[in-house]
């Protein structure tokens, strides 16, 4: 008994509860919007939305569409890292939808127009993605403005901008841009083998490589000076500046590298060659917003996003089984929404069970 | 001309409705990035009534009804930000972001669920209602009357006039500037806060019926482009004061309009500048206009920060 208390009270067992609990939540809600549309229908189409793959026959075809969405988990991981740097240091990044946008503009251009091969478009679209960062981060520093508002309004942007820049590399008769394959074989990033242990060949190198960039953002927060500057000047700007940091510096540089994360991000996913761009959309990319769903749900944590990213990644591919004559497409959106805002009560679920521990021990 | 005049006071109304609503909210110390998402729901509520209300009913009796809609719809989602950042002190720049884009998913489940309901095979998000559209205008001349203009320039003097000079707005803005000493006075901060956050929610609200009926269907999986936070750069802009705010908007709502209407205007027709330019407009003049006027900021002092009894 005494074992499972000192458990409970570990920060780390807490957000995993409080974000279970969240996911719970979210999922009950969205269950019961089911079934105030469709009462017959409802348990089914909860289920078929959280198998996502597993409503394939198990075997192959379930592991390569397990790979699928573990192809879109890997940009999600990206955004999510994106938000969750900057926010360790007091910034809301939601410009990293338009960030996503940029990199995944530049990195198609880099290799539709310019050939280049595939390395070079991650690092160029990481470079437009830091150059948003920095204005938003410029704009914050010296001029006061709120990262939140000039975030959106760049997103705008980069969106519009993204969308002339394509429009030179599109399939003449659809609306989407060319397809790698044929168009800039050099930029579709390699598999070294992963492709065959999924039998998908959009299975590429950016799984682990995301995972190895969410496991490097843990240990420049954690464990450098660097990255202790930063949280500082996160927890107190005055301070910070007292104690000798360059505050201004360290405001730009978070945004640039949250800028650069989406970017990547966004690289990832278009190289390898799963999707194609589609030029005109008026939406900006939900990518970036999922992201902050997932860096809250992953308990503010870079290796907690892996996780989160890939459960939001699940259900959003799950709403392909979703019954689309009896449901709405919107409904996983709707529990992702749900669980964002519950996340919003994580400090007050966690008071709960500090207190309920506290209880306990009276 | 005419129509470039329209659309600038159409726009501008918008904006000049959404952005009183973001000043009342921060006044009350609470900062609603929810509006973007508020504006939707609203749009839903106007657009439901729009859409059902018979057509041979008065237009008075129509206009007043799809406001009431939209109003309703508003206060009740902004409930949600009230819920979250007045008694559970969540963060709310979370819980705006979580807002927007919870109403564009749960307006897209509702329409597409009572669109699935009429007809299985239409899967779309879009209310239609042209039918009684026309009871939201007055032709004058060339020049199409809306209804939401005179509703805007109605609420920038209620507003100025409900901040300044009674006592319940006063009361308001002391709650934004420096809660602790409110309520040392005997002033309900948690009250005054939930007023400024349902008033945000009855404008954001308006503005949003407003926006989507500028043409006689909406598709409500697109939101609403931005205009929330185009209404709160507006609000900067006009420094959280009713009167700057007005003039805002229309700078606002001209750049805006210029998209809609540049073809037929000879001058800008002859330029050739492609019409993505003038989509961008808005969001470009608006971070410039930003970058200028938030230096020398007239923010109230503790907006974004839960009241605490115990800091008193």
Sequence with gaps: MKEKKSFLDRPSVQAVLAALICIVLGVLIGFIVLLLINPSEAFKGICSILKNYFNYPMGKICVKYFGSTLVKTSPLILCALSVCFCYKVGLFNIGAAGQYALGAGVALFCGLSLKLPWFLCVVLSAAAGALSGVLIGVLKAFRNVNEVISGIMLNWISLYCVNMLLAGVKEPTSPYTLKLQGHGNAAILPSLGLDKLFSNDKVTIAIPLSIIIAILVWFVLNKTEFGYELVATGYNKDAAKYAGMKEKKNIIVTLAIGGALAAIGASFFYLSGIAEWEVGQTSVPAMGFNGIAATFLGGLNPIGTIFSSYFIQHITDGAVFLDKTAFPSQIPDLITAIIIYLCGFMGFIRTLLHSKKKGDNR | MVLL????????????????????????????????????????????????????????????????????????????????????????????????????????????????????????????????????????????????????????????????????????????????????????????????????????????????????????????????????????????????????????????????????????ASMNIPSTVYNLLPYIISLIVLAFSSKNSMAPKAEGIPYDKSTR
């Design chain 2, 5 to 268: 005049l329209q659309y600038m006071l159409l726009f501008a109304s918008v904006l000049a409705l959404v952005a009183l609503g973001g000043c009342f909210s921060e006044h009350s110390g609470i900062i609603n990035l929810g509006l973007e998402g508020i504006m939707v729901v609203g749009a839903l509520g106007g657009a439901l009534v729009l859409k059902y209300m018979p057509v041979d009913v008065p237009s008075f009796i129509t206009v007043i009804v799809t406001l009431v809609g939209a109003i309703a719809f508003g206060m009740l989602y902004s409930a949600l930000l009230g819920v979250a950042a007045i008694h559970f002190n969540a963060d709310q720049t979370l819980i705006g972001t979580a807002m927007n884009m919870l109403a564009t998913a749960v307006s897209a489940v509702i329409v597409k669920a009572i669109n699935l309901s009429v007809d299985s095979s239409d899967v779309s998000s879009v209310v239609y209602y042209i039918d009684n559209r026309p009871d939201l205008t007055v032709q004058i001349g060339g020049f199409e009357f809306n209804w939401f203009m005179l509703v805007a320039v109605v609420a920038v003097i209620a507003a100025y006039v409900v901040l300044y000079k009674t006592r319940f707005g006063l009361r308001l803005m002391a709650c934004g500037e420096n809660p602790q000493a409110a309520n040392s006075v005997g002033i309900d901060v948690f009250k005054m806060r939930w007023a400024g956050v349902l008033i945000s929610g009855m404008l954001g609200g308006l503005g949003g019926i407003a926006y989507i009926t500028a043409g006689s269907s909406w598709t409500f999986e697109n939101g609403v482009a931005g205009y929330g936070f185009l209404a709160l750069a507006v609000m900067i802009f006009g420094q959280w004061k009713p009167h700057r705010i007005a003039l805002a908007a229309l700078l606002f709502g001209f750049f805006r309009s210029l998209g809609s209407v540049y073809s037929g205007i000879p001058l800008l």
